[in-house]
């Protein structure tokens, strides 16, 4: 496995299973790093959180974030 951070926790977590979910407007970069045998590789992409609708929910506007934060189901 990898470890997921997000560069602000203020607009965007992530949690141990790489879901996404904006807290608040603004930009976030989420990482995932790897490191085996010695060697590290770390994936980053940046998101934009903002507001989809007046009443003022979030919305991730980066596709591959999204389609991970609606999972499989969906």
């Known amino acids: ?42 994936v980053t992409m940046e998101i934009t959180v903002q507001t989809c609708s007046p009443g003022g929910s979030l919305l991730i506007t980066n596709p591959m974030i999204r389609q991970r934060v609606k999972g499989g189901g969906d």
């Not at 996404?20 to 770390?42: F, M, P, R």
């Open 1 to 42: 496995g990898g470890i997921w951070a997000s560069s602000d926790e203020a607009v965007a977590t992530v949690d141990e299973n790489g879901v996404v979910t904006g807290v608040a407007l603004g930009t976030s970069t989420i990482s995932y790093k790897v490191t085996e045998q010695g060697c590290e590789k770390t």
